[in-house]
């Protein structure tokens, strides 16, 4: 049997399916008998010294990659040593309930009760205490845990998604591959793939209806196939293509390091995109010409609290020294459409991505807003940081945010703290109402960045994280590539930098597109810098100035993809 994926992260993966289901557990309520009673307290205290270990291990190694979520795992561990908590449960068995019965009452009691607060944050908490209800009768009911942490041997995870939550502890040695039911090339779960580079196939149809732990499958992330219980002569070629893939990817390896020249000479800037600015991903600048794109809202999710002044300048300090000269572009704050903060109350929207998000709840929230900013200035004195608003649609939108940021500057003049005077200020390029006026935004600003994910989809109206209309969002529609275009010449005129962040910025097919439109800077992931050099040292701009002018002559995004992969074959 074969099944078509969406194929969003490259590579074969061959090997046996570990299904990927939450546990959900099923209680029941008889009444035990009093002789009984002893046996299920003494399976309570089991249960909860299983899931004490289980956490207190999650959490050492969460500490090494990850503290902001060590802390999480730390609140979980609280919850589950509750000592009220722990009174009831005790009382509910003495009255004849099980252990199981007895913790379930008791757990689902406060989570009505906190799921009741007027604080939003506060009812957030819920669902650590779901979670930790799960795990607590899971172990009382001495079913061992099945997470992403722990897998026994490698296997190809199949799920229906898999969210922030379900990656966090991925043990990424032992993930062959990813399969899902939904998702799309800029889901989390892709650009999680990509950046680990795990082999992805997302979009699979009733994966989970169709496949058992267990059974053999190879999953073909290049031409987006899942082929199920394999036959002995296909296993084989299979494995000969996974081999020359490998070898392939250890070929582009090469390229990794170095600067970046087309074949006719021209230098183009590669950048990488970071997040949560941990070691691993500090480290890897040193392969590229500096950071395009600094995600500032990787480091609030997943916090209780938001990050103070003192935290984000030490972070922001650490990437700056790590960059040295080479320039670290720093989005504020992206938080709305499918980002939320634990540690921040927002009012429930219809639609997020079209609602108050980025800079626009940014600049009703100054106070966050400056802190950000007043980190990020202090922090530019060690290095070449530019501060780049994300999601802008108007003129009106760009003065605002810089009349924050001189606010920002008479504050530390007048508290006589040291800043970068002269640091540059540019903006997202992710709406059309902006792209459209990019000559007067190239004014205003000091540099520009193409954000391709949420300029395709608010191009395509199509939501980027809606399968339903997947169809419609349409990475190569000519009307994207003429925006880009367009935007790009206006900067251009303006002899201001420009540069693309988004998927695309990382996109082998693309990249020709891009460069001939005059683009010399590219911002991407990690797992895509290496094939990116190598792609850009096989191209001449005359011939990238050719491709780029016939795609924006055609009429679908099929046609242009099929044109792309024709040409460029012998290249990508």
Not at 418 to 438: F, Q, T, V
Not at 480 to 507: H, M, N, Y
Not at 535 to 559: F, N, P, W
Request: net charge neutral; aromatic share 6%.
């Amino acid at each position: 049997m074969v099944c078509q994926g969406n194929p969003v992260s490259e590579g074969i993966a061959i090997g046996k399916v570990m299904r990927y289901e939450p546990f959900v557990p099923v209680v029941d309520n008889t009444a035990i008998a009093g002789e009984k009673i002893p046996a299920a307290l003494s399976r309570y205290e089991e249960a909860r010294s299983g899931a004490k270990q289980e956490l207190e291990e999650l959490r050492l190694r969460l500490e090494q990659e990850d503290p902001q979520k060590a802390k999480i795992i730390k609140a979980h561990m609280d919850i589950l040593f509750d000592v009220a908590m722990e009174e009831e449960i005790r009382d509910e068995i003495a009255g004849g309930k099980s252990a199981e019965a007895a913790a379930d009452q008791i757990f689902r009691k406060y989570a009505r009760i906190i799921g009741r607060s007027a604080d939003e944050r506060i009812r957030e908490r819920a669902s650590d205490l779901e979670d930790v209800r799960c795990r607590l009768l899971r172990n009382c009911m001495g079913i061992p845990e099945r997470n992403l942490a722990f897998l026994a041997e490698p296997a190809v995870v199949v799920a229906k998604d898999l969210f922030p939550s379900d990656t966090a502890s991925m043990d990424r040695r032992k993930v062959l591959a990813i399969v899902t039911e939904v998702g799309g090339p800029t889901s989390h779960t892709a650009i999680l793939a990509r950046s680990y580079g795990i082999p992805a196939l997302l979009g699979v149809k009733d994966a989970l209806s169709l496949l058992q732990s267990g059974q053999s499958v190879i999953v073909d992330a290049v031409d987006g196939k899942l082929i199920v219980n394999p036959a002995g002569e296909e296993e084989k070629a299979y494995r000969r293509k996974a081999a020359e893939f490998r070898r392939q990817a250890e070929e582009t390896k090469k390229y990794l390091d170095g600067d970046s020249f087309t074949k006719d000479g021209v230098k183009i800037e590669v950048e990488l995109n970071i997040g949560s600015a941990n070691a691993q991903e500090i480290d890897a600048i040193r392969h590229t010409n500096g950071v395009g794109l600094f995600r500032s809202e990787f480091l609030y999710l997943g916090r209780e609290t938001l990050p103070t002044e003192e935290e984000q300048y030490k972070i922001y300090r650490r990437v700056l020294m790590q960059a040295g000269d080479a320039p670290v572009i720093l989005r504020t704050l992206d938080i709305g459409g499918d980002k939320k903060l634990e540690c921040l109350q927002l009012p429930k929207e219809e639609n997020p991505f079209l609602g108050n998000r980025a800079l626009r709840l940014c600049l009703e929230r100054r106070d966050i807003f400056k802190t950000q900013l007043r980190a990020a200035l202090r922090a530019g004195t060690v290095g070449n940081l530019w501060l780049m608003f994300p999601m802008v649609g108007s003129m009106d939108d760009i003065r605002k945010a810089k009349g924050v940021v001189r606010e920002v500057q008479r504050d530390l003049d007048c508290e006589k703290i040291e800043y970068n005077r002269e640091i540059k200020i540019g903006i997202m390029i992710e709406i059309p109402a902006i792209a459209l006026i990019a000559d007067l935004a190239a004014k205003e600003v000091d540099f520009a960045s193409i954000g391709t994910n949420d300029l395709c989809q608010y191009t395509t109206a199509a939501d980027r994280l809606n399968q339903n209309v997947a169809q419609y969002y349409q990475s190569y529609h000519p009307a994207l590539f003429r925006l880009i275009r367009d935007t790009v010449r206006q900067f251009d005129r303006a002899g201001k930098p420009i540069s693309v962040c988004g998927e695309l910025g990382g996109d082998g097919l693309a990249m020709p597109v891009l460069l001939g439109f005059g683009m010399r800077r590219v911002s991407m992931g990690l797992s895509a810098v290496a094939r990116a050099k190598r792609i850009i040292s096989r191209l001449d701009l005359a011939q990238a100035r050719d491709m780029a002018d016939r795609v924006c002559q055609m009429e679908t995004a099929g046609e242009v993809e099929a044109y792309l992969r024709d040409a460029l074959k012998d290249i990508v």
